[in-house]
């Protein structure tokens, strides 16, 4: 049985960990992520990542958290190209360590982070975007009431070739986003 899962704010301190925590993922993530340079792996490219992680979270613009297993590093969540006004809509991206994947620890993280989004953002809508064949992932929003939308083509490169993605986003339901 899983321990809690929980997210807790990234911090500049969390530069060993994370480089240690991307280090023993990399080949587990690199067929679904962007071809990262080896500095990105390390303290030095972790603090710089963090760097810009906080300067966009202070303008508004993004919230990354870390998703623990108890007290256990488990991967990263994030809130990303934050837009209000009238539009209020962000992404959503996450990674869960291998280890993790089948526990229903992104299902959890994914249920919080939209509760940060929606409550606390005060998003009207939270969009996220899946490899085509990557099934797991597409369940994990499915369980958190996203909505299919529909085939990005060519969305994003990923391991050094533009992929094609499922698009799903969530509407806050709850009421009247924050203004």
């Known amino acids: 049985m899983i321990?809690?899962?929980?997210?807790?704010?990234?911090?500049?301190?969390?530069?060993?960990?994370l480089a240690g925590l991307y280090s023993s993922q990399r080949d587990f993530l690199?067929?679904?992520e962007p071809v990262r340079g080896d500095e990105f792996y390390t303290i030095h490219g972790q603090r710089k990542e963090l760097e810009r992680s906080l300067a966009l979270e202070q303008a508004g613009l993004g919230k990354r958290m870390l998703i623990r297993v108890g007290q256990e590093p488990a991967g990263v969540i994030a809130i990303s190209h934050i837009v209000l006004g009238a539009f209020r809509n962000a992404y959503l991206g996450y990674f869960v360590s291998q280890e993790f994947n089948g526990c229903g620890v992104a299902t959890r993280a994914v249920g919080k982070i939209c509760d940060v989004a929606f409550e606390d953002i005060g998003l009207h809508r939270l969009e996220a975007g899946t490899l085509t064949d990557n099934i797991a992932s597409q369940?994990?929003?499915e369980?958190?009431?996203?909505?299919?939308?529909?085939?990005?083509?060519r969305h994003l490169m990923i391991a050094g070739h533009w992929r094609d993605h499922v698009i799903?986003?969530?509407?806050?339901?709850?009421?009247?986003?924050l203004m």
């Open 3 to 17: 321990e809690e899962v929980t997210l807790r704010p990234i911090q500049i301190e969390d530069a060993a960990l």
């Open 30 to 32: 690199a067929p679904f």
């Open 139 to 141: 369940r994990v929003l």
């Open 143 to 153: 369980k958190n009431e996203f909505e299919r939308i529909g085939i990005s083509r």
């Open 168 to 177: 799903f986003s969530r509407i806050n339901e709850a009421g009247e986003p």
